[in-house]
């Protein structure tokens, strides 16, 4: 509990209109009107269908003890402060009502377009790996040390992440890593928290649907760099270009990786790919940041056994998090060396005379990455079935088709398997006409053969038909896809009746995706 003026006043709010000498004790704080309980300080909050100004009647009558609002509402008789933004203002508050729980915490915020969840895991397991007590919070779940649960939004709402990280200060956690998602970032989610690390990985066309244009998801994921101190770090994946640019626009200290681009401070070298598996050599080019994180040591080798190139780029990030935290190079490699990757990303579900490969291929970025990666893999055939992105417009779907078209001549990919997954997705996720049109268009042009399947299992099974020994099965797509890894297994199981059943499955073990 908390008198309500000293709350504000600790939170740094600048009040527009409200009454100083209102002061109610505060037991607790709301932007949902049914989880107002008496004494509870309600934030009004605008979102994309609903605002929360037109529940603070019902807030009201529910016990709140005052509210903060970005229009005063004066037909409500509850004492009301107006701020400017109130999504920033309940990020203040939360922050100061916890007790600023994020500077109590080495907190490590990681922001990409792709490989966040992976990247966000990576950092999680090197530091588990040395003992440390860890928290982590992303698109899957939510972790504070042994517990953990199923998580709701990417990066939650500022009064529950805050919440969080009250909860893990209570369990004794030291480390916490958290996915920084572009609308966290445009929401306020992430504005009082206290970063000591923030990571940008990659930046590619996504979410133009949320922020209007990638000019405004590109300031979205800018800020986290922007906003970061003198005191903190900031790493950066110098290959790609919108991260490169970004490198030059942080106050932080700044520790730059890369594969391609030779002014990276550390250096992926000998590059293996041939088995899907990397292995490589960071080098530590600078003698002076090689003493400061490793003791001296500028060169070591990690090989990993998750699958893919864009595995290379997390594990770096990842790798430079556990060195700037101080856990030992042997530790580090030992960790990448374990870590068995997150479902859907790059994942490898089967692997005996043929691999299949299920990814979540959500846009040109991750595009690029995934099939980058088939370049260094030794193989006899590729065969693509592909989950068309549904409800996210002819844009997305034709910049998707686009990248793949692109690819398409170095892979020798002359025909790709198409399907709408009209029975396997829900209503938000369904395929129009003219997002299909437009993937078909681009494919016409390029001339690579389409051949559609309304239905997933279809699509699968015809994709399974001419598999051969040394061949590569993928099953790509966002949530079209999610149900494609069981339908497939459940078929090679059909086809080949002699192997183990639990065996065959052991890959879906604790999947979420299509459960």
């Known amino acids: 509990m908390v008198m309500l003026q000293s709350l504000l006043g600790d939170s740094n709010l600048r009040i527009l209109q409200g009454d100083p000498e209102i002061d109610p004790v505060i037991t607790g704080l709301a932007y949902h009107s049914e989880k107002v309980l008496p004494g509870t300080l309600f934030v009004c909050l605008k979102g994309f269908k609903t605002d929360g100004h037109s529940f603070l009647h019902r807030a009201r009558e529910r016990g709140a003890a005052a509210a903060v609002v970005e229009r005063i509402q004066p037909q409500v008789a509850l004492p009301q402060f107006q701020v400017e933004n109130s999504r920033r203002a309940l ?50 779940i939510v972790k504070a040390g042994e517990k953990i649960r199923p998580a709701v939004l990417t990066t939650p709402e500022s009064l529950d992440l805050h919440h969080f990280l009250y909860q893990m200060v209570e369990q004794n956690i030291s480390h916490v890593t958290m996915e920084v998602s572009s609308s966290g970032l445009e929401l306020h989610r992430v504005a009082s928290v206290d970063f000591d690390i923030v990571v940008l990985n990659n930046i590619s066309r996504e979410h133009i649907d949320l922020h209007g244009s990638f000019e405004n998801y590109l300031q979205a994921k800018a800020s986290l760099i922007r906003r970061a101190a003198p005191e903190q770090w900031a790493i950066f994946n110098l290959d790609c270009p919108h991260s490169a640019s970004l490198s030059r626009e942080t106050a932080a200290h700044k520790l730059t990786y890369g594969f391609k681009n030779s002014e990276a401070d550390c250096a992926v070298e000998e590059l293996d790919l ?58 580090i490699q030992r960790a990448l060396g374990r870590f068995r990757g997150v479902e859907r990303r790059f994942e490898l579900i089967f692997d005996r005379d043929f691999k299949v490969i299920d990814d979540h291929f959500a846009n040109s970025g991750n595009i690029n990455v995934t099939l980058e990666t088939l370049q260094y893999m030794q193989y006899r055939r590729l065969h693509l079935v592909y989950a068309i992105r549904g409800s996210r417009g002819v844009t997305v779907n034709r910049e998707n088709a686009e990248a793949i078209a692109a690819w398409a001549t170095q892979l020798a990919i002359k025909k790709i398997i198409a399907t709408s997954s009209r029975s396997h997705v829900t209503e938000k996720d369904l395929v129009t006409d003219e997002e299909s049109l437009a993937f078909c ?75």
Not at 118 to 135: D, K, P, V, Y
Not at 276 to 304: D, H, S
Not at 446 to 470: K, Y
């Open 91 to 140: 990020a203040a508050l939360a922050d100061s009502f916890y007790g600023r729980p994020s500077k109590k915490l080495k907190m490590i915020g990681i922001t990409a377009s792709n490989g966040k969840t992976t990247t966000s895991f990576m950092t999680n397991a090197i530091l588990e790996e040395a003992h440390l007590r860890t928290g982590l919070i992303g698109t899957v």
């Open 274 to 331: 041939t088995t899907g598996r990397a292995r490589f050599i960071v080098e530590i080019k600078k003698p002076g940041l090689a003493k400061k994180l490793t003791g001296g040591m500028n060169r070591f080798p990690v090989e990993l056994s998750v699958l893919g190139l864009h595995s290379v780029y997390n594990a770096m990030a990842a790798l430079l998090c556990g060195l700037l935290c101080g856990v030992s190079v042997p530790v």
């Open 441 to 515: 268009e681009v494919m016409d042009a390029a001339g690579i053969e389409v051949e559609f399947h309304r239905e997933l299992p279809e699509a699968i099974g015809s994709g399974l038909s001419p598999i051969r020994s040394g061949d590569i099965l993928l099953l790509l797509g966002c949530q079209g896809m999610d149900h494609g890894a069981a339908i497939c297994l459940e078929a090679i199981h059909r086809r080949y009746p002699h192997l183990d059943r639990n065996e065959i499955f052991s890959t879906l073990q604790n999947r979420v995706a299509g459960t």
